[in-house]
C-alpha cells in the first residue's frame, strides 16, 4: 500500500503564486508516473501536468507556461509551482502516482484564487 500526503494549498489573489507537494511513503519500489489533477466544482477532474521517471513532462494546455511540475526521486515527492494564477485555476488538486501494480491518488488540497 502506499500513502500520498498533499500540501501547499490554500488562498492567494489572482497573479499570485503556490507551491504543491505531495509526498508517497509506504510499500514504495518504484513510482513511474506522478502527475497533478485537478477537479473544480460541477467539473469533470482533468489532468494538470504529468512526469516521468526521467524527467519527461506533460502539461494541459490550460496551464502551459504558467505551473511546473517536478520530482524529487529520493524522496518520492512530486511538486508543483503554480506561477500566475487565475481565478479559472480555484479546485481542489490531487496527486497520483503509478506504480508497477496500482495508481494511487492523493486526498485533495483546495487551491482559491480570488481577490
Known amino acids: 500500500q502506499v500513502q500520498l500526503v498533499e500540501s501547499g494549498g490554500g488562498s492567494v489573489q489572482p497573479g499570485g503564486s503556490l507551491r504543491l507537494s505531495c509526498a508517497a511513503s509506504?510499500?514504495?519500489?518504484?513510482?513511474?508516473?506522478m502527475a497533478w489533477y485537478r477537479q473544480a466544482p460541477g467539473k469533470q477532474r482533468e489532468l494538470v501536468a504529468s512526469?516521468?521517471?526521467?524527467?519527461?513532462?506533460n502539461y494541459g494546455d490550460s496551464v502551459k507556461g504558467r505551473f511546473t511540475i517536478s520530482r524529487d526521486n529520493a524522496k518520492n515527492t512530486v511538486y508543483l509551482q503554480m506561477d500566475s494564477l487565475k481565478s479559472e485555476d480555484t479546485a481542489v488538486y490531487y496527486c497520483?502516482?503509478?506504480?508497477?501494480?496500482?495508481?494511487?491518488w492523493g486526498q485533495g488540497t483546495q487551491v482559491t484564487v480570488s481577490s
Open positions: 497520483k502516482v503509478v506504480t508497477l501494480t496500482n495508481n494511487y
Open positions: 512526469i516521468t521517471t526521467g524527467g519527461g513532462t
Open positions: 509506504g510499500h514504495i519500489f518504484m513510482l513511474y508516473a
